[in-house]
């Protein structure tokens, strides 16, 4: 494995487009839950605690640019065997390998019960854990490019579920928002906390920035995709806040989605089940590139074929899901693996970035060319 990747010229894309890798990659069922996780620990101040984790999203992605830039065209399991060596690098990449992969099963198994919950309660979860798996195979097989438009197309079709916003903000009562700032720091910086594994999706440059043609301007599209999610997450959370009672909040476990059932459009009696349908194309993009790092990295650090990868990975995914049969198991899942995110995507990185720094220093010292 060598350090730097070379990719065929085909593959590679245009730097814009990694504004809509990054918002796609962070904006996924998380979100539908988020404001009551925040208000839990935050209270009526759980949106600064959104915009305080935007604003650090912000600079672990800055670190995260400049580390690479150190380097010509590096991925993360390129860093790794830089810093590491052979055989060390490979326990960083196992690791990473598999957090991805969970990843990918905690996101689908969330919407597969948001499904269930809300329009088909008595399908298995291996039925749609297996169509959800072949879209998602199918698309990954399609190579990165495909990944990429898959993320293009995501955000521009399921756009227009910003919009429905507008009706819950005519019935918010901003009384719910004041005070500001009675919540103490910890209470803030533990819905900081809370939303780091909603946040996360910014790290996924560490895999495709050798596949961007201007690598200069992907600091500056990746920004704004990570500034667009925070302001996203923000007025969610404010309208959630405003909309709901302080009880409705803490016991509604989807807010954004409640928020649906007020519209009215004519001929159509539950707007929700065209929301939570349109969610496939949200957290789409999420699954696929959060699946690809994965198989990217069995084919980069084993030298194993992509595509073997991604059908053993997709059985993997389809086994476990009938591991798991109830709510309260899923929710342990869920918090270890955020637990596990805050870690690999938040603190490791601006590690290993100085890790990076101190070698290249030290290469410059010796005389090596760098």
Known sequence: MDINV???????????????ILHTAQTGVGIAGLPRIIYMEANRDAWISILLAGTLVSFVLFIMVKMLETYDSPD??????????KWFSKGFNILYIGYYLSVTYVILMN??????????????????????????????LGGIRVVVGIAFLGLILAFWLVFMIYTPIKYMDFNHLQPVLTSSPKEI????????????????????????????K???????????????????????????????LLKTIWPVLSMFKI??????????????????????????????????????????????????????????SLCVQDRLTMNTITDKVGTSSFILSFIYPCFLFILVKLKFIAKKEKGVNV
């Open 6 to 20: 070379k990719p065929k010229e085909r593959l590679m894309f245009n730097a814009f487009l990694i504004m809509f």
């Open 76 to 85: 993360l399991y390129g860093i790794h065997l830089d810093i590491y060596g």
């Open 111 to 140: 919407y597969i019960e948001m499904v269930q919950a809300w329009i088909f309660p008595k399908m298995p979860t291996w039925l749609l854990m297996g169509l959800l798996i072949f879209l998602m195979v199918y698309c990954v």
């Open 189 to 216: 910086m533990m819905g900081i906390y809370k939303s780091s594994f909603t946040l996360i999706g910014f790290e996924l440059i560490l895999f495709v920035y050798p596949y961007i043609k201007d690598k200069k």
């Open 218 to 248: 992907a600091l500056k599209f990746g920004l704004i995709g990570a500034g667009y999610s925070c302001f996203l997450f923000t007025v969610v959370t404010v309208v959630s806040i405003g909309f709901f009672s302080e009880d409705a």
């Open 263 to 320: 519209l009215r459009i004519p001929n159509l009696e539950r707007f929700e089940f065209i929301a939570v349908s349109f969610w496939m194309l949200v957290i789409l993009p999420n699954i696929c590139l959060y699946f690809w790092a994965a198989s990217r990295g069995m084919k980069r650090v084993f030298n194993v074929s992509q595509k073997k990868s991604i059908y053993l990975f997709a059985i993997l995914l389809w086994i476990l």
